[in-house]
């Protein structure tokens, strides 16, 4: 006898100027499939999954595709990807976490060293601030999230690696795999895409 599954089998539809508003935002989405909705409809796709999402919502709500005039529009053309990086070097307004600048902080901070949303944030934040300042501000994080035993926060466009982390902290016994495995089912159900232990009843 089977155990009961959770009562979120809607099948998943496809992502065309058809779908409804609501079965939009109760499905999870692939940046990738986003882009391509938004280059068949006309809309913008600048900027991170967040702001992409914003726009469909709205296009399908309302049928009006989100202005872009007044978009911020980045103004330096540093390369981070490749650029010799210095104590001394200015964060720009087209600051990335590059294998460049992760080579660089861990040169200066030791193989612990690891990009969190927290740094990101600051130094996306912070353009005119030096590497070395964003060194300092890399360890004020670390020593915080280290004496009050924090994780490090997973921003919500970043739902599989959240996942993930949820299902391996609460079945420490399990598999990458069967993670990978549970994950690509939940994606497909409706409701939101957190990790839940009723989530080892799935079937696929």
């Not at 980045?74 to 087209?94: G, I, M, R, V």
């Not at 060293?113 to 501000?137: D, P, Q, R, V």
Request: glycine letters at 6%; hydrophobic letters at 30%; proline letters at 3%.
């Amino acid at each position: 006898m089977k155990s009961r599954q959770p009562d979120n089998m809607k099948k998943r539809p496809e992502l065309n100027s058809t779908i409804s508003p609501d079965d939009f935002k109760n499905f999870y989405w692939l940046k990738a499939e986003l882009v391509s909705f938004c280059r068949t409809n006309d809309i913008c796709t600048t900027g991170g999954k967040i702001e992409i999402t914003s726009g469909i919502e709205q296009y399908l709500a309302t049928g009006i595709v989100v202005p872009t005039s007044g978009k911020y529009v980045q103004t330096s053309s540093f390369d981070w990807n490749n650029a010799e990086l210095k104590l001394t070097t200015k964060l720009t307004d087209n600051y990335k976490n590059t294998e460049n600048v992760r080579t660089f902080m861990t040169l200066h901070i030791g193989h612990h060293f690891k990009f969190n949303t927290e740094f990101m944030n600051w130094a996306k934040a912070n353009t005119g601030k030096s590497m070395g300042e964003a060194i300092e501000e890399w360890k004020r994080i670390y020593t915080l999230k280290r004496n009050n035993g924090q994780k490090t926060e997973i921003a919500p466009q970043f739902e599989y690696n959240r996942y993930i982390r949820d299902f391996m902290a609460d079945n420490p016994g399990q598999t990458l795999k069967s993670a990978i495995r549970l994950w690509k089912i939940k994606s497909r159900r409706t409701g939101d895409n957190k990790y839940d232990s009723n989530d080892l009843l799935f079937d696929d």
